[in-house]
């Protein structure tokens, strides 16, 4: 027997991709502009998207699943790595890392603190939505993930470790856990599907 949409592995990932986007914008910042996001990055390459005419990317983000196991009664971990050119003092480059850490930031933002905007209320609480129905929008499983460190931090990062500078780029590698909020109300929740 299959398992239901809200638990399956795809959806989780999806989900929560779907909630840091495509993009990551700063604005008002010493480095305001627009960097990418690209998810499973091992299958992406940030060079190929742009066209041979123009500059490299100053910035972007690349994330990747470590862990796989929300769902299944436990968690879910994403690695987020920040990445900024270190280039020239000047506009766009990062001399000293701050673009970097202002992007880190901002990828925290995400899920930290409440909103009645966003799900709940409340930003690290995921919906998990149906990616198998053609969209969008894509439908709410009624399943919800929590973005929360083994230490109890709702919407925290587990690790943020800055790998300072090497080959010309800064790099800040994050990491989130995830898992399905009926497995945090009790181990038994979990069997009870």
């Known amino acids: 027997m299959p ?5 399956q592995s795809r959806n989780l990932r999806l989900s ?8 990551v914008t700063l604005a008002g910042a010493l480095y305001p502009g627009t960097y990418p996001i690209l ?5 992406r390459d940030v060079e190929s998207r ?16 470590l862990e796989d196991r929300a769902g ?6 994403l690695q987020a790595d920040v990445y900024s050119r270190a280039g020239e003092p000047g506009v766009s480059g990062d001399e000293y890392g701050e673009r970097a850490n202002l992007i880190a930031e901002a990828l925290c933002e995400v899920f930290i603190g409440r ?3 966003v799900t709940a209320g409340k930003r690290w609480v995921v919906a998990v939505l149906d990616f198998s129905i053609a969209g969008p929008p894509f439908p709410d499983t009624g399943g919800r993930l929590l973005c929360e460190s083994l230490g109890g931090r709702y919407g925290s990062p587990q690790t943020r470790e800055h790998l300072g500078l090497r080959n010309g780029l800064w790099r800040i590698v994050l990491r989130w856990n995830y898992r399905m909020a009926r497995d945090a109300q009790s181990p038994a929740a979990y069997y009870s599907d």
């Open 3 to 7: 398992r239901p949409s809200s638990h």
């Open 50 to 65: 742009r066209l041979p005419a123009t500059p490299p990317e100053v910035a972007w983000i690349e994330t990747r699943w």
């Open 115 to 117: 909103d009645p905007a």
């Open 72 to 77: 299944a009664g436990d968690y879910s971990m």
């Open 39 to 43: 998810h499973e990055s091992a299958w």
């Open 16 to 23: 929560v991709q779907n909630t840091l986007g495509e993009s």
